[in-house]
């Protein structure tokens, strides 16, 4: 999906598992996208926040999280802009 919109990603971490995932996002360490079921209890509880994906579908349910409260530094804001509009800038 990121592909076909032209969006390179570079790896700034790796987590073996969607707890620390969850746990880097919620320190404030950027975003994750990650299957929304993983994140239902921290979203009902406010830790983090879900954007969905507003037009197309990823293979599977995907969502953005990010830390419930926190801005959004420019280019975490800016990627989550990217991933939601229907065409990708030049």
Known sequence: M???RRISVSYAGEFDN?????????????VAIVPLPSVQHE???GSLKAI???DEVPPRP?????????QLS?????????LQR???PA
Do not use: N
Request: aromatic share 4%; no cysteine.
């Open 74 to 82: 420019p280019a975490s804001a800016r990627f989550v802009e990217i």
């Open 2 to 4: 990121l592909r076909s």
């Open 86 to 88: 229907d065409e990708i």
């Open 18 to 30: 969607i707890e620390t995932i969850k746990r880097a996002v919620e320190i404030g360490q950027g």
């Open 62 to 70: 995907l969502g953005i999280i990010h830390k419930r409260g926190r």
């Open 43 to 45: 979203v009902e509880h």
């Open 52 to 54: 969905r994906f507003t």
